[in-house]
T-cell receptor, first 113, second 113 residues
Framework: DTAVSQTPKYLVTQMGNDKSIKCEQNLGHDTMYWYKQDSKKFLKIMFSYNNKELIINETVPNRFSPKSPDKAHLNLHINSLELGDSAVYFC????????????FGPGTRLTVT | SQQGEEDPQALSIQEGENATMNCSYKTSINNLQWYRQNSGRGLVHLILIRSNEREKHSGRLRVTLDTSKKSSSLLITASRAADTASYFCATRSPQGGSEKLVFGKGTKLTVNP
C-alpha cells in the first residue's frame, strides 16, 4: 500500500520527444507537488495543486504542463524535451495547512539523450 | 530563491559517533523541517520544528532552532550504518502565502561500520 507512487521510475528518451510522468497518492491529501532534483541534489519546487487547482507555478518553461484530474492524481507532461530536463522528478503530497509534512514518491529519473 | 543552506556538504563518521548537521536560512519562517533521502529514493520527513520552539527530539534525533541566528541543527546520536543518507532542511515562510517548502542543498552523511 504505497502512499505516493510515480510511474515510470526510469525514463530515457531523445531530445524533442514528449513524455508524461504520472503520480498518485492514496493518503487523502488535498495538496500535491512536483519537484525537480538536479545532478547536484538541489530540490526545487515546480508546481503545486490544491484540490485540483494550481496554486504554485514556479518559473518553469511552458513545455512543462501539470494536470490534476482529481485530487489524488497529479501528472506532469513535458513537451519538446531538452538535455537540461534530465533530472529526477519527485511527486509529493501533504494535507492542507502550514504545519504539515510532505510525503514524497520514489522519483522518476528522466534522461534525455 | 534558495532558502536553506546545509553545512557541511558532506560528513563521514564511524558507527556509534554523533553526527551534527547545520542549516542556515535567510528570511523569517513559521516552521523548519528536516528530511532524509536514501540513495535513489524519495525524501522522508524526519521532524518539524515550529518557529516558537527551540528544541525538539524524536528518537535519536535532536533538532534545535535559533531564529535570531536563522539557523537550525540536526543531531543524530549513536549513528548507525543505516543512517547513511543525504539530509535536507526545508523552510516554510509566512510571506509565501502558499504551500511551499524551500529546500537546502543537503548534507551527505556517510556512517562507516
Amino acid at each position: 500500500d504505497t502512499a505516493v507512487s510515480q510511474t515510470p521510475k526510469y525514463l530515457v528518451t531523445q531530445m524533442g520527444n514528449d513524455k508524461s510522468i504520472k503520480c498518485e497518492q492514496n493518503l487523502g491529501h488535498d495538496t500535491m507537488y512536483w519537484y525537480k532534483q538536479d545532478s547536484k541534489k538541489f530540490l526545487k519546487i515546480m508546481f503545486s495543486y490544491n484540490n485540483k487547482e494550481l496554486i504554485i507555478n514556479e518559473t518553469v518553461p511552458n513545455r512543462f504542463s501539470p494536470k490534476s484530474p482529481d485530487k489524488a492524481h497529479l501528472n506532469l507532461h513535458i513537451n519538446s524535451l531538452e538535455l537540461g530536463d534530465s533530472a529526477v522528478y519527485f511527486c509529493a503530497s501533504s494535507p492542507t495547512g502550514q504545519l504539515t509534512e510532505q510525503y514524497f514518491g520514489p522519483g522518476t529519473r528522466l534522461t534525455v539523450t | 530563491s534558495q532558502q536553506g543552506e546545509e553545512d557541511p556538504q558532506a560528513l563521514s563518521i564511524q558507527e556509534g559517533e554523533n553526527a551534527t548537521m547545520n542549516c542556515s536560512y535567510k528570511t523569517s519562517i513559521n516552521n523548519l523541517q528536516w528530511y532524509r533521502q536514501n540513495s535513489g529514493r524519495g525524501l522522508v520527513h524526519l521532524i518539524l520544528i515550529r518557529s516558537n520552539e527551540r528544541e525538539k527530539h524524536s528518537g535519536r534525533l535532536r533538532v534545535t532552532l535559533d531564529t535570531s541566528k536563522k539557523s537550525s541543527s540536526l543531531l543524530i546520536t549513536a549513528s548507525r550504518a543505516a543512517d547513511t543518507a543525504s539530509y535536507f532542511c526545508a523552510t516554510r515562510s509566512p510571506q509565501g502565502g502558499s504551500e511551499k517548502l524551500v529546500f537546502g542543498k543537503g548534507t551527505k552523511l556517510t556512517v562507516n561500520p
